[in-house]
């Protein structure tokens, strides 16, 4: 089992930025890929931004198109933390961010543990 806790949402303007944070607790952080969803009103959930191991200290990131280039996805193993940089933020990106440990099948990011989700809204 993997506990997850999600903070840094809150209320921005079209044009800012927002750091969500998602302390891990449980099994050892550093053997699961991390990933970020969000589910808008009326919207099923999204895959946003996931981070996985590619070597002893490298990561891949992977990205949603519709945030390449604002998100950055970053995680510290010390902290069993990751977080999501959101710079550039648009109304619609106004949406329930969660956090997961997740697991990549074919093309599509699952998650295996997730977070209660942090309320993320951007005001036009």
């Known amino acids: 089992q993997v506990q997850l806790v999600e903070s840094g949402g809150g209320l921005v303007q079209a044009g800012g930025s927002l750091t969500l944070s998602c302390a891990a607790s449980?099994?050892?952080?550093?053997?699961?890929?991390m990933g970020w969803f969000r589910q808008a009103p009326g919207k099923e959930r999204e895959f946003v931004s996931a981070i996985r191991r590619s070597g002893s200290r490298t990561y891949n990131s992977y990205y949603a198109d519709f945030v390449k280039g604002r998100f950055t996805i970053s995680r510290d193993d010390a902290k069993s933390t990751v977080y999501l940089q959101m710079n550039s933020l648009k109304p619609e990106d106004t949406a329930v961010y969660y956090c997961?440990?997740?697991?990549?099948?074919?093309?599509?990011?699952?998650?295996?543990?997730w977070g209660q989700g942090t309320q993320v809204t951007v005001s036009s």
């Open positions: 997961a440990a997740v697991t990549l099948f074919g093309s599509n990011w699952l998650g295996d543990y």
């Open positions: 449980g099994r050892t952080f550093s053997n699961y890929a």
